[in-house]
């Protein structure tokens, strides 16, 4: 009886076993099947502030991206951005690090509105429910009276 037990254990253990790589299999298959369609690059400056934006288009919709905030007088904000477009609007999370503290990262959500090459980054009203933080349903975002207008720049690859 305690051999059928052992035995049934190990089977049980190979079968999870299998199971896992076919996961890590088909997750490295579905990066690779990602196709980038475009990658473009803007830049956003407003008195002393600069932000530096690039964006990669998948051929499934998925945005994603890098943004550097320099903003005056606080500390660097550095991260990356991953969205999707919802008709000419980019809504995105942008999950960062601010200044040398590489332990603590922070995460806000983002609006774009795209009007030809520009791209205009939205006021909203955020709340936060269950520590995650998001834009209020049923609360417009104000495109119009906004600090930072994205202009589309050549994208130059770091060294």
Known sequence: MKNLGLFCLLLTCIGLGSCKNNQSEKIIEAKEAKELV???CYKAV???D???LKINTFKDGEITGDMVMAIANMPKKVGEIVGEFKGDTLFASYTFIQGTD???TFKNPMAFLKRGNELILGNGQIQITLGASHFVKGEPID???VKYKFSEVDCVEKQ
Do not use: A, V
């Open 102 to 104: 590489k332990e603590k």
């Open 38 to 40: 475009s990658e473009q």
């Open 50 to 52: 600069t932000l530096d």
């Open 143 to 145: 495109f119009e009276r």
């Open 46 to 48: 407003y008195e002393k």
